[in-house]
């Protein structure tokens, strides 16, 4: 359930009728509701109810807004992070350092020295070498890393390939055949204290059984690694619950996904890690865009939107769908091929959609944005970077500027040389 809906023949975000964040902060804009970004919030954590210890970390890269942070800060939300970056962000939103989890492959030595200073409450090591590398930084600094090790437990999320992140030949984790004499050298270095496994097996899951098979794995890992004489005191289940795109897409709901987690984990005895992204963002955001024109087409007319690929990524990324839908529907139906002003086919939200019918100058939104939306956008073909707008009630706010184009080649330079 979101709160972006028509009131009145205008859909509004929340209270607030979306044609006045055009009208003050311009088109295309990213709009977010607090609300449902909270009732999100605490569906999921209420749908875990039955794990008594865990720490939910909203997986930053879907939304790494400061303020969207800072609403799920206030819900008891830690982070997961990928980046030194994102680090920050959660930090700066007030994010408890014991809170922040720090994944991903490609963790550099400045980033590993950088979230030890910081505290954080978890590395996830994604390999032996970042083990070894994290464990000599460690003992240089005097200090000691808290730790999970991510298995690859070679389960098939049955997700887009582009994101599925479990499969043997995916970058991802240890291979879980390797896991047991990995974690015991690793456990041998006094600067890291490993105290658990982490899995991630991909996002946008439509069905929960992948997931129960990769945590079915991962509690015979838990037991054997205990068998070598290991505590293993957390598992981090990382997220990739999916949410519907399409009005009827039936999905795992939380409660389903939180009863067969409880189920599985019952006798681990573990403190469980939670690293949600899209189920918290993704319904919690439209990309607002305008119609710039409205041109014949052979089979379907072209709705030439003023938002693209840059923008908007999934679709062009991904082949996803969003659903698009008019500000103020007029009540009669087109089919439309619903693209971007970017100079290549590829920035093409839908062929063929049936959609509210729109005309040039007419606002609309793509739903399901919330999440890998703003985060993804780029600059190219000298477009700028979209704003993004927060609501709350009947207020809303400004919470990222737009950053315009002539900003982004204020930072370019030609050499005196070149002059
Ligand atoms: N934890 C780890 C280690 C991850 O790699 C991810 C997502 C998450 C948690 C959060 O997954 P979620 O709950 O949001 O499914 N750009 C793609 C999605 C990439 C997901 C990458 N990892 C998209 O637009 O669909």
């Known amino acids: ?223 054997s690694l205990r068998g070598a004489g290991h505590t293993i005191s957390h598992v981090d289940l990382g997220g990739g619950l999916g949410v519907p795109y399409k009005r009827g897409d039936q999905l795992p709901s939380p409660a389903e996904y939180g009863a067969m987690v409880a189920r599985v984990t019952k006798d681990w005895g573990v403190s469980l890690i939670f690293e949600p992204g899209r189920v918290i963002a993704g319904n919690a955001g439209v990309l607002l865009t305008r119609v710039v024109r409205v041109k014949r087409g052979l089979n379907n007319p072209f709705v030439i939107v003023d938002a693209a690929m840059n923008d908007l990524a999934r679709p062009a990324l991904y082949g996803a769908y969003h659903d698009f839908a008019a500000v103020e529907p007029r009540g009669a139906q087109m089919t439309a091929n619903i693209v971007g002003p970017i100079c290549e086919t590829g920035d093409t939200f839908a062929m063929g959609r049936e959609c509210d019918l729109l005309e040039s100058g007419d606002l609309a939104v793509f739903r399901t944005a919330g999440a890998y939306g703003a985060t993804m956008a780029s600059s190219y073909n000298s477009r700028g970077f979209v704003a993004e707008v927060l609501v709350d009630g009947d207020k809303f706010a400004v919470v990222a500027d737009r950053i315009e184009a002539s900003a982004i080649m204020d930072a370019e330079r030609v050499p005196d040389w070149l002059a």
């Open 1 to 223: 359930m979101d709160h972006f809906a028509l009131q009145d023949g205008v859909m509004h975000a929340e209270d607030v009728p979306l044609p006045r964040i055009a009208e003050e902060v311009g088109t295309p804009v990213y709009v977010y509701s607090r609300a449902t970004l909270e009732r999100h919030a605490r569906v999921f954590r209420d749908a875990l109810s039955d794990v008594p210890d865990k720490l939910i970390a909203f997986a930053v890269k879907s939304n790494p807004n400061l303020a969207v942070l800072k609403v799920l800060q206030k819900q008891g939300y830690g982070a997961d992070c990928v980046s030194v970056g994102e680090m920050r962000r959660a930090l700066a939103a007030g994010m408890a350092p014991e809170m922040i989890v720090f994944s991903g492959v490609g963790k550099t030595a400045r980033e590993l020295s950088e979230a030890l200073e910081a505290g954080i409450g978890q590395f996830n090591i994604e390999s032996e070498e970042e083990g070894l590398e994290l464990a000599k930084i460690a003992a240089s600094m005097g200090k000691t890393a808290q730790c999970a090790l991510r298995i690859n437990p070679d389960v098939d999320a049955g997700t887009h390939d582009k994101i599925s992140t479990g499969k043997a030949d995916n970058k991802f984790g240890v291979p879980i055949d390797q896991a047991g004499q990995i974690f015991g050298m690793l456990a041998s270095h006094d600067s890291v204290n490993l105290r658990g496994v982490a899995v991630h097996i991909g996002s946008q899951l439509g069905e929960l059984a992948p997931l129960e098979r990769a945590f079915e794995k991962l509690g015979t890992l838990v037991k």
